[in-house]
């Protein structure tokens, strides 16, 4: 079976990947040829004794700057004719819903994890295609984010799930949160599991979800339904 997707992520602390990405369903993806992941340490590619990746920023300031030479070493080892360098930056554009479902499209992705105050700019305006932010506050390093990008874009890749109707009742999906979900016993401590679900009409439950995910969403994220234009239409 051809790979659908190639992943080559680069970071100074590739112990922090490797785990996660060998569990659950990215581990199960990679087990049966859906995706492939390499996770590679950018000190391999850094000079010297200490093999030094960072270095004081000019014009002074707290903090260090990962250097080029390696970074670009790095990306130039691993990247391909169609790949797309993408750099995990708190000022990137956000990830959402859409964007994994695009990047999960691509053939081969290159993940840059950036560390201390971030990487020279040069590498950013050379070798980056797209950066992206998992949300507005700062980590330690960019590579707990690739795994998030990666996780998301993963469940888009057909196969990794083992039903695909869940990505249909995701939440953010038709910018809508998801429903309230239940299973045995259908009573608990006095808690009853509503009637709907237990009826067995297909339709009404339908219904009962579309309801419940609509007012989930009014109460908890109102803007979202507030962006989407074609959410009356839609809904």
Known sequence: METALKIDLLTLFPGMATGYLEESMIGRAIKHGLLSIDVHDIRKWAKGRHRE????????????????????AAIESV????STVIYLAPDGEKL?????QELSREKHLVFLSGHYEGIDQRVR?????REVSIGDYVLTNGTIAACVVIDALARYIPGVLGEEKSL??????ASLLTFPQFTRPAEFRGMQVPEVLLSGNHAEIEAWR???RKENTQIRRPDIISKDP??????
């Not at 959402?96 to 994994?100: E, V």
């Open 125 to 129: 305006d050379c070798l980056v295609d």
């Open 53 to 72: 990746t960072d270095d004081r920023p000019f014009g002074g300031g707290a903090g260090m700057v990962m250097k080029p030479e390696p970074l670009f």
């Open 230 to 235: 074609n959410h009356e239409s839609n809904h």
């Open 168 to 173: 249909t009742q995701d939440s953010f999906t």
């Open 210 to 212: 579309l309801a419940q």
């Open 96 to 100: 959402t819903q859409p964007l994994a």
């Open 79 to 82: 990247k391909r004719e169609a």
